[in-house]
């Protein structure tokens, strides 16, 4: 399974309500009418993220306020372009060009799971409270230990992703799991584990929207 993750924020900070209705409004839309490959999405609300920092025209922008994380998880790279085209086609264009109207920044990246299970009602990503961003230095090899990032996880509540392809900033590796899933010392991601220049974010979401197939 793979997952397109979209992290974005408003144009106008001020006007947040409307902006996640207009988001909501749009992924309701995508489960009403799903395009062929797509299993489901999950929307958060995260605190400022040090890849969202810069505004389209390249204007600098704080990281800190209010972002979004959107996850579209997909079959394939067949489905990722089906989902590309049916987004601004017909029965979601609408509701995609409304939000669209709102947006202020964004980033990208396409994701490939590595160890997790993922149910029909996609609660695995959905009750995910919680996601570790692991990044490595360029030019290391990543060799077994990004496999071993998910030592002491629970398969059932947690997931274990690695990025297929560079489209943004975002870290190479994501461990998504729930709060209430013995997270608190993730083996896998401990700062005692990981070797030197590897670094480990841990940001805390809300979710706004769920929805699987």
Do not use: N
């Not at 297929?164 to 709060?179: D, I, K, M, N």
């Amino acid at each position: 399974m793979l997952a397109y993750l979209f992290w974005h924020r408003p144009d106008d900070p001020s006007a947040l309500d409307a902006y996640e209705r207009a988001q909501v409004a749009f992924h309701r839309s995508l489960a009403h009418a799903p395009p062929v490959g797509l299993c489901g999405s999950v929307v958060f609300r995260v605190p400022g993220l040090p890849w969202l920092r810069s505004a389209p025209d390249g204007d600098a922008s704080s990281s800190t306020g209010a972002c979004y994380e959107d996850w579209y998880l997909i079959e394939d790279y067949t489905a990722l372009g089906v989902l590309a085209e049916a987004a601004v086609g017909r029965g979601h264009r609408t509701a995609h060009d409304d939000v669209a109207r709102r947006f202020g920044a964004g980033a990208g990246g396409l994701y490939g799971l590595l160890e997790g299970h993922m149910t029909s009602d996609l609660s695995s990503i959905a009750d995910a409270s919680i996601a570790v961003w692991v990044t490595r230095p360029p030019g290391s090899r990543p060799g077994v230990l990004g496999e071993l990032l998910g030592d002491g996880m629970e398969p059932s509540h947690a997931s274990l992703w690695r990025r297929q392809l560079v489209l943004g900033p975002a870290p190479e590796y994501c461990l998504s799991a729930t709060s209430a899933s013995g997270f608190d010392e993730p083996a896998g991601v401990a700062a005692s584990r990981l070797p030197k220049g590897w670094r480990a974010h841990t940001v805390e979401r809300e979710r706004l929207w769920s929805a699987g197939r």
